[in-house]
T-cell receptor, first 112, second 114 residues
């Protein structure tokens, strides 16, 4: 069966520090991968999605970037965190041409 | 442009009663809709979905209704249980080149009181 792993679960980082969140999927090949953010009191906002290795689409301009160095690995990064980057970050995967997807357990990021 | 809207931030219901969560959308290209349930500090989990060619889909205590002409969908939970207390998100998918790319609403916090 397919599983998705996301870590760390919580992270407290100072303003201006770098960020690296990692997500891996097991049990499937060539999935679509997604990074979402849920800011306090807000809905789920799509940040990035990827349909293959090295293929990244950004949905909103921001202080973050994403990379997909391997088929089942998706990384969310920042060179310098801002206070506004605080939130709950979710990785998700889907099959090609599937209507819904499966989320990871999320990372609570607090920038102080 | 908020393509999916859940205008009720919260809903409080007594155990055993019906919970009705509403969702409106503006994108006419959406051809599939999903509801996800989220507990604090966890990722959302899939609950129920409906294709745009249907107007109702039922799964146990959960029923989703779709009114395409009004661009409105609703989730009914009958009977409501305290374990249903969570944030509920509706989402639309436009299919085509957007396969798998879901647009979510802001979520509705459901609280079911014993």
């Amino acid at each position: 069966s397919q599983t998705i792993h996301q870590w760390p679960a919580t992270l407290v980082q100072p303003v201006g520090s770098p960020l690296s969140l990692e997500c891996t999927v097991e049990g499937t090949s060539n999935p679509n991968l997604y990074w979402y953010r849920q800011a306090a009191g807000r809905g789920l906002q799509l940040l990035f999605y990827s349909v293959g290795i090295g293929q990244i689409s950004s949905e909103v301009p921001q202080n973050l970037s994403a990379s997909r160095p391997q088929d089942r690995q998706f990384i969310l990064s920042s060179k310098k965190l801002l206070l506004s980057d605080s939130g709950f970050y979710l990785c998700a995967w889907s099959l090609k041409q599937a209507y819904g997807y499966t989320f990871g357990s999320g990372t609570r990021l607090t920038v102080v | 442009d908020q393509q999916v809207k859940q205008n009720s931030p919260s809903l409080s219901v007594q155990e055993g009663r019906i919970s009705i969560l509403n969702c409106d959308y503006t994108n006419s290209m959406f051809d599939y809709f999903l509801w996800y349930k989220k507990y604090p500090a966890e990722g959302p989990t899939f609950l129920i979905s409906i294709s745009s060619i249907k107007d109702k889909n039922e799964d146990g205590r959960f029923t989703v209704f779709l009114n395409k002409s009004a661009k409105h969908l609703s989730l009914h939970i009958v009977p409501s249980q305290p374990g249903d207390s969570a944030v509920y998100f509706c989402a639309g998918n436009a299919g085509g080149t957007s396969y798998g790319k879901l647009t979510f609403g802001q979520g509705t916090i459901l609280t079911v009181h014993p």
